[in-house]
């Protein structure tokens, strides 16, 4: 049995773009359509991690002040670890 590929580190101000597949639950998001999401990081800090999906918390593209710490960031969502895997891939 091969054993799982840790979860990729992928660095803060990435700008993922997501499609409907690649993620499962996000506040104040359309179910299943495609999402932008600028990291700020990923939340490794969770008991409950899993093999095929975390959260990762972020700003949305268009926010204003997607690099500025000082700012809280605007979303949160449960995102494919495969898709996290293709930006750190390509990259």
Do not use: K
């Amino acid at each position: 049995m091969n054993p799982v590929p840790p979860i990729p580190q992928v660095v803060a101000g990435t700008l993922l773009q997501l499609g409907g597949d690649d993620w499962s639950f996000g506040r104040d998001l359309t179910p299943g359509g495609p999402v932008d999401v600028v990291v700020v990081r990923l939340r490794t800090d969770l008991a409950h991690l899993s093999d095929e999906w975390i959260w990762v918390v972020g700003h949305r593209s268009e926010c204003l002040y997607p690099h500025a710490d000082e700012y809280l960031p605007c979303m949160e969502l449960r995102v494919r670890v495969a898709a996290l895997r293709r930006y750190v891939g390509s990259g």
